[in-house]
């Protein structure tokens, strides 16, 4: 019987133990929860550890937008600074502007889809990112059905990817 030969890129994850394995996780994985800060807008916050996370799954009016505020002020109602909340990553951890992209949820609630159903966000589907894009899409049917938040003021006739595009006038 003779002996077995580990791979080297084994051995050492085996010797150096379970912190070297961590440290080739996604920051998201690595540090599944966060204080918020500060909201930037309606699909974006910044944590007190200075990370920036963007809402997988969902898009809301840019600041610029008429909207914009009350996007922004929906999402401060969810998770006002102080709130501890949960992230979790989906399948691409960072967007290219360096933010984290993540479901967040406070206690047992999806904030991504609370914005859809509350109607102050719309369904914003980038792959492959798409874990919950279902249940976003319900969301929104439900939200645009019962004229919800931005869709009883027509907040919505320019969508916000039309309006960074430069697509539309508000």
Known sequence: MGTQVLPTRLFLLLIAGPTACAAQQPAAER???????????????????????????????EGQQLFGPSARAALLKLIPAGTLVRLEPDVRFNDQYGRS?????????????????????????????????????????????????????????????DFRRKRCLN
């Open 101 to 161: 992209l993540a479901y967040v949820w406070s206690g047992p609630t999806l904030v991504n889809e609370a914005m859809v159903r509350d109607g102050w966000a719309v369904l914003y589907t980038v792959p492959p990112n798409v874990k919950y894009a279902e249940r976003l899409g319900r969301a929104q049917k439900e939200a645009r059905a019962r004229g919800a938040g931005l869709w009883s003021q027509n907040g919505f006739n320019c969508l916000p990817s």
């Open 31 to 61: 540090n599944a929860t966060c204080i918020v800060n500060r909201i930037a807008d309606g699909d974006s916050f910044r944590c007190n550890d200075g990370r920036r996370i963007r809402l997988i799954g969902i898009d809301s009016p």
